[in-house]
Each structure stands twice: as structure tokens, then as C-alpha cells.
């Protein structure tokens, strides 16, 4: 496999060290973990040459070339971490590796052509002068942007990218710009539905050639669609179908977070909404007032439920939990 020729290392941790080690151990692919937002984090073969093609296709969409410098304040215990190295190991461009902080960006290493960050990184950033000079786009994953954390980055100077991928597509197969509702596709892939209106990702490029997801989307074209939610987050409710991310996005700013929203077992309906909170960050009744305001009155949780601790997964997305 290539190797880094002209990588600036910062802060080099034990994590990218021995990913370095394992891209040039001679193997035909790399040991990844999966998120676990649906269940136990679970360990696959990720092929190098998925994950120089995903490189390309994000190389490609950006123009990264040998001129360009990437950032990733990111741990390349984690696909996005790794994907920074194998994308400036595949433009042979500099790589500038920190620390991972809530404080990327600490000096000024000359115009950022790509910087990948977690949400939780953004708030800093865009606090940082030096982002506002140097930084040309930046792409957000590992968990969803709040709505008001979007609008804020939609004013910064450099343009924002949500992603839409998983460990299994070697980092994302499709961005949106921020202040966008649709996805687009990176080069090469197409999307479709299944029966379940879920999305269908068609990458011939890969090796996995074709993926079924459990995200329900509305397909716009080929290229594009919107996320609706999690198949498996669905609450149906006498047959009228809530997604629990949707009304959460409606609920955003008015409730202290964080809260989520799941199925409850209803004997009437089978399933009905309910949300749960922290214990101690609000009390029942405002909850229900404020979600008397904000959702639709069929939508409004018929249960509250308080809680010690949220569960998370490794990567820090929210789990939720089935309420009986």
C-alpha cells in the first residue's frame, strides 16, 4: 500500500500509530468496529482498497490533490480518524494530526482545504479566529447536528457538510451542505428504496456493491434524499407512524437536553409516543405543556419518563431505549 510522504504529524497518538502499522502490514484489510447505535459495537474487515476508493471519492468531491493540506482532530480508533489518513495517503498531500479536543485548530498551519470534526467540536471552532481565515470546508459526523448548531455554522465562512455513512462504507457515502435538507451522493453512487421505504445505497465501485439500510428516506433522484429517521425507531401507533428524530428536531431548544423520544407498549394502540429526560432537568407537567405547543396533538408523548444517566454508545450517540 502507499504510505504518507509529506504528513505534518501533531500531537500523534497511539491510535494513528498503530493504524499506520496495521495500513502496512501487508493484510488486504483493516479491523474496525462498528458505532453501536443499534446494538453492541461489532468488529469487521474493512478491505483497503473500499477504504482508498471511499479516500478518492471524498478526494475527488473536494479537490484534494498533492497541494492540498488536510486536519483531523479526530482518534483513528475510529473510521473518521482513519479515513483522514488513508484520504492523505491517497493525495500523498500534508496531513495535520491534533490531539483529539473540543478545541480543534490550536495554530495556524496555513490554509485547511478539509477538516473533519464531531459536532461537539464546532462550538470552538467557530469561536477561533484562525478557522475563519484558513478553513475552506469542513464535514460533521459521528452524530447529528442540532438544529441550532447548523444555522450557527451556516454563517461561518467556510462551508459546513454533514455525512451520511457507516463503518460498513468506509466512512460516508453521501454529504449535505448545511441550511440543505437533501443528501447528495459522492461519486459513483447512486441510491434506491426497498419495500420498507428504507434506503438502498448502490456502489459498484466497492466491494459490498450493494447496502440496505435501515434508514428511512425520501428518495428525491438518484442522487439525492432526505433522512426521515430509523426504521428500527419507528412508532406505530394504531398505524399512524411517528419518527421519533423528527419530532425530537421540533422539540430542539424548548426542552433541556438530553432527551429522546421512543415507543411506548400501549394496549389501546399497540405502540404510543413517549420521551424521556434526566432526572431532575424538568418536571412532567412543563414537559407536557411545552410538548402540547410544539408537536402536533396526536404526537404529544402520552408518557414521561425520568432517568438517572442516558445510555451512549462508544462513539457518544444517544441510544434509546423500548419503554414498557
Request: aromatic share 8%.
Amino acid at each position: 500500500m502507499k504510505s504518507i510522504d509529506r504528513t505534518v504529524w501533531i500531537g500523534i497518538g497511539e491510535s494513528e500509530e498503530a493504524f499506520l502499522k496495521e495500513w502496512n502490514n501487508g493484510n488486504d484489510y483493516v479491523v474496525a468496529h462498528t458505532s453501536g447505535s443499534t446494538g453492541i459495537p461489532k468488529e469487521i474487515k474493512l478491505l483497503k482498497k473500499d477504504m482508498l476508493q471511499s479516500a478518492r471519492n471524498t478526494n475527488k468531491r473536494f479537490g484534494i490533490c498533492k497541494s492540498s493540506t488536510l486536519l483531523s482532530p479526530l482518534s483513528a480508533d475510529y473510521i473518521a480518524g482513519k479515513m483522514m489518513i488513508v484520504r492523505a495517503i491517497d493525495a500523498g498531500c500534508i496531513l495535520v494530526l491534533e490531539q483529539p479536543s473540543n478545541s480543534p485548530l490550536k495554530e495556524d498551519y496555513g490554509e485547511i482545504d478539509l477538516l473533519a470534526v464531531v459536532p461537539s467540536q464546532c462550538h470552538a471552532l467557530m469561536q477561533n479566529p484562525t478557522a475563519h481565515k484558513r478553513l475552506r470546508n469542513v464535514i460533521v459526523g459521528g452524530a447529528p447536528m442540532s438544529s441550532e448548531l447548523e444555522a450557527a455554522m451556516v454563517k461561518m465562512p467556510w462551508r459546513t457538510y454533514a455525512t451520511y455513512g457507516m463503518t460498513e462504507t468506509c466512512s460516508h457515502v453521501a454529504l449535505r451542505q448545511c441550511g440543505n435538507e437533501y443528501y447528495e451522493a459522492m461519486p459513483g453512487i447512486q441510491f434506491s428504496n426497498d419495500e420498507r421505504g428504507c434506503l438502498v445505497v448502490e456502489a459498484p465501485q466497492f466491494s459490498f456493491d450493494r447496502l440496505v439500510t435501515n434508514d428511512v428516506v425520501d428518495i428525491n433522484d438518484y442522487i439525492h434524499f432526505k433522512w426521515l429517521g430509523r426504521y428500527d425507531n419507528v412508532i406505530n401507533s394504531g398505524g399512524v407512524k411517528f419518527f421519533p428524530e423528527q419530532l425530537e428536531k421540533l422539540l430542539e431548544g424548548k426542552l433541556p437536553k438530553p432527551f429522546y423520544i421512543s415507543a411506548i407498549n400501549d394496549k389501546k394502540w399497540g405502540e404510543a409516543v413517549g420521551i424521556t429526560l434526566l432526572e431532575g432537568s424538568a418536571d412532567e407537567k412543563s414537559v407536557i405543556s411545552i410538548c402540547k405547543e410544539v408537536l402536533p396533538p396526536y404526537a404529544v408523548p402520552k408518557h414521561v419518563r425520568f432517568v438517572e444517566k442516558m445510555d451512549y454508545t462508544r462513539t457518544g450517540k444517544l441510544r434509546r431505549n423500548m419503554q414498557e
